[in-house]
């Protein structure tokens, strides 16, 4: 008896293609024997490695992803319908936040195609407020536990210098003053190999260093550097180092022109090929508070209640002095007592005060850099409605192409979105220490090599920034839930031709206080010109009256700071992450042909 031939029989023998195009079958409506001749009458294909496996469904199941990466993969489209459970064993704390159905979370690596952020201002995005890690959040009041607050937020304030490391801070910032490493490495086309000129350029930086020590103090010179190599002295170089790092993080205003070369000096001492021929590491771990009493056992410092007294911000504005004093001498007796309580060996009373003072360091930055955020928040608050203007004066409206807008929202939509812009800030400098950390340790990693690219302005080094993008992530993730929709794209540019590398990126957002603090001081100074006769006359003439007038700096800031204009090229510019803050730029760069500069002046603010 034959036997039955099997499908794979049958598809493995040739076929006549000439007699697959008959009469009959190019009328028929089988159109696959007359395309596909070698298709078999019982739907089974010939295979192979260049045919597709129809209708191969898969199989059901879960995404396997932390809450912020599902966010991010789960914004849109079929996606928004996948289902999702806790992983066996994995607890999180639940907000108190109220939970909704959608998430707007993207990959901050992912870079947006041309408009493609544009179509997302159509649409009020919810976002979820599910189980997420406890984020810290305001400082804990007087007289209230502190917990692990200080504990946590310690671990990346930098500890203050002391007077002889400001004198080592001096020679390092005249050393790279007169330094040109960037201009001899950061170029295409040199005599000599990259790895060469790098460890030329860094020889020639301690060298300089060496001779100014040298001529400041010649007996510790000596000590140092007589019949002995850069090598023997890594330890002092690395020290010389990261008190430049040190200092540049407490203070983000200092160092504009030399911190760049500092640092990528530092990532080209990373590469496996210059530690070969430089024969010793530049880098050290930054010394933060919390390091310092780690090493002593004195962490309890950070959780005792009185370390909120001995921290606190003293302010001056609106109060009596009598009790401005008070308060001063208050924090004094509450530094002297912590100082005397924990002092132990190794540990002397004036190491705690600086570890104090070093926390106050960090407040003083939040007032200066954050409160501006929140104070602009409590202005748009105060003189505009959240969904509906009443007069023209009072809206938010903006238009694509006028005014050089380069977005269409209404009153109720720009409202929402100045808002989250404003929120999205003040959580990112809340955070600025450790997200300067994380920039530090994405530059200066051994296993992420950048490459010089031409990014349209200019030659620039091109790197990932993988723990630097994961806490920006956390934090637009965080201020999404607590502005409940968000509105525009939330794409975070890092590691692409608009911002090449981590220092571009912390960069820019230490300069939020530039823009924000002048217009928050000036509207606060305003009022005062009621006493002042020719000023209010002028006022009343020019604006209608005081009200009208900070309601038109408001106004005019809030539509066209946040507008999406100021890119090189329309594709650039719009509503993500970094474009907000370029429209902020773009405003102060018109800010001298507005009609109301000249109230600015008045301020003080540009004289």
């Given at each position: 008896m034959a036997e039955t031939p099997s499908a794979v029989d049958v598809a493995s023998k040739p076929t006549n293609p000439i007699a697959a195009f008959t009469l009959e079958t190019i009328l028929s409506d089988n159109h696959e024997a007359v395309e596909h001749p070698g298709t078999l009458s019982n739907g089974i294909s010939a295979t192979g490695w260049d045919e597709e496996v129809a209708e191969n469904h898969a199989a059901e199941g879960f995404c396997i992803e932390c809450e912020v990466c599902f966010a991010a993969q789960h914004r849109k489209g079929s996606r928004k319908q996948h289902t999702s459970k806790p992983l066996p064993g994995h607890t999180s704390k639940p907000l108190a936040s109220k939970s909704l159905p959608d998430a707007t979370l993207e990959d901050s690596m992912d870079v947006e195609e041309d408009g493609q952020h544009e179509s997302d201002d159509e649409e009020w995005q919810p976002v979820a407020a599910g189980p997420s890690t406890e984020v810290l959040g305001a400082q804990p009041a007087i007289g209230a536990k502190v917990g692990e607050w200080f504990v946590d937020r310690a671990k990346y304030i930098p500890l203050r210098l002391t007077l002889n490391e400001r004198k080592y801070l001096r020679l390092l910032e005249a050393a790279l003053n007169v330094s040109e490493y960037t201009d001899k490495i950061d170029t295409l086309g040199f005599g000599l190999s990259k790895a060469k000129r790098i460890v030329q350029q860094i020889r020639e930086l301690c060298a300089i260093m060496s001779g100014l020590l040298l001529a400041a103090d010649y007996k510790q010179g000596q000590e140092l550097f007589t019949d002995r190599d850069f090598e023997s002295n890594a330890e002092f170089y690395q020290q010389i180092f990261e008190l430049g790092r040190r200092h540049k993080i407490m203070n983000p205003d200092k160092m504009r022109t030399t911190y760049g070369k500092l640092i990528y000096l530092l990532q080209d001492s990373q590469s496996p090929d210059v530690k070969d021929l430089l024969n010793f590491s530049c880098?050290?771990?930054?010394?933060?508070?919390?390091?310092?009493?780690?090493?002593?056992?004195?962490?309890?410092?950070?959780?005792?209640?009185?370390?909120?007294?001995?921290?606190?911000?003293?302010?001056?504005?609106?109060?009596?002095?009598?009790?401005?004093?008070?308060?001063?001498?208050?924090?004094?007796?509450?530094?002297?007592?912590?100082?005397?309580?924990?002092?132990?060996?190794?540990?002397?009373?004036?190491?705690?005060?600086?570890?104090?003072?070093?926390?106050?360091?960090?407040?003083?930055?939040?007032?200066?850099?954050?409160?501006?955020?929140?104070?602009?928040?409590?202005?748009?608050?105060?003189?505009?409605?959240?969904?509906?203007?009443?007069?023209?004066?009072?809206?938010?409206?903006?238009?694509?192409?006028?005014?050089?807008?380069?977005?269409?929202?209404?009153?109720?939509?720009?409202?929402?979105?100045?808002?989250?812009?404003?929120?999205?800030?003040?959580?990112?400098?809340?955070?600025?220490?450790?997200?300067?950390?994380?920039?530090?340790?994405?530059?200066?990693?051994?296993?992420?090599?950048y490459r010089l690219r031409d990014t349209g302005q200019g030659l620039n080094r091109v790197q990932a920034s993988p723990k630097t993008s994961r806490m920006m992530h956390n934090i637009l993730h965080k201020a999404q839930k607590s502005v409940g929709t968000w509105i525009g794209s939330s794409v975070i540019h890092m590691g692409d031709h608009n911002v090449p590398n981590a220092l571009m990126f912390i960069d820019k957002y230490t300069q939020i206080y530039r823009i924000l603090l002048p217009i928050c001081t000036t509207l606060s100074q305003i009022p005062s010109f009621a006493e002042k006769p020719a000023l209010l006359s002028y006022i009343e003439d020019e604006f209608g009256s005081i009200e009208n007038l900070m309601r038109e700096i408001l106004g005019d800031f809030f539509r066209h700071g946040f507008d999406g204009s100021g890119a090189d090229n329309f594709f650039d510019a719009g509503s993500c992450i970094d474009g907000r803050l370029t429209s902020a730029w773009n405003w102060c760069a018109t800010l001298e042909k507005k009609r109301f500069f000249p109230i600015f002046l008045l301020t003080g603010m540009f004289a």
């Open positions: 880098i050290r771990p930054i010394k933060t508070v919390y390091t310092v009493l780690e090493q002593h056992g004195a962490v309890d410092l950070l959780r005792d209640d009185l370390v909120t007294i001995a921290t606190k911000e003293i302010y001056s504005e609106g109060r009596p002095r009598r009790e401005v004093q008070r308060d001063i001498k208050s924090k004094e007796r509450a530094i002297e007592t912590l100082a005397a309580r924990y002092e132990q060996n190794g540990l002397c009373q004036e190491k705690i005060r600086q570890c104090l003072y070093s926390i106050g360091d960090n407040h003083a930055f939040l007032r200066a850099n954050r409160d501006p955020c929140e104070r602009m928040i409590n202005f748009l608050k105060e003189h505009f409605h959240p969904t509906q203007a009443t007069d023209s004066k009072r809206s938010l409206a903006i238009r694509s192409g006028r005014g050089g807008a380069r977005l269409s929202h209404d009153h109720g939509k720009q409202y929402a979105y100045v808002l989250q812009s404003l929120t999205l800030w003040k959580e990112i400098l809340h955070d600025m220490f450790h997200l300067w950390s994380l920039t530090e340790q994405d530059l200066l990693a051994e296993n992420v090599p």
